[in-house]
């Protein structure tokens, strides 16, 4: 495992995404697994369709991750269990990159979504559980976190530095718009 994104849904993390796999580095590259919270792979295909959530759900989750050759992986509502953790240990080299948004425009996005929007609870519990992964992940100097609320806060030499990579063009053309 190269990269990894916790996320929480709603906070900007396809951006994330996009900006860091822009960037030339041995760590954006290889196969992506997408988890969603409900810890299906929503990147498998038919034939494989809740793999990653049976092996998960039977303590194997990194044993999937190996034997599918998976580089780089979404990861959405990492503090409701302590996978990220299990990777972050597994693999010492692996780079964290989240995105961050205030929790008022997460909960207003999730209220604004009837058919799948999570209730303010859990919208609550998840965001004060990321932080506290995020906390410990950056302490062990291995995670860069985007505010996507504030594009000034934003360093694209920082990250880029933390990826050891260098921008592309097409990352230029991101941080751009």
Known sequence: MRIVYPTRSRTGS???MQLAGSIDSVY??????AVNGFRNN???SEAEKGWFKAEFSKGKG???L???LIRRMKFEDPGSDDF????????????????HRSIEKVINSHYSIKSWGHDLADVVFQYSSCLHLYEKLHLH???FLIDVD??????????CGFLEGSPTDHTNEIVES
């Open 14 to 16: 396809q951006f994330v």
């Open 28 to 33: 954006v590259k290889g196969r992506l697994a």
């Open 42 to 44: 929503t990147r498998e």
């Open 62 to 64: 990194i044993d999937y």
């Open 66 to 68: 190996e034997k599918k």
């Open 84 to 99: 990220i953790w299990q990777v972050a240990e597994r693999y010492p080299d692996c780079r964290f990159v989240a995105s």
């Open 141 to 143: 100097g291995r995670f």
């Open 150 to 159: 504030s594009p000034e806060s934003f360093s694209l030499n920082a990250l």
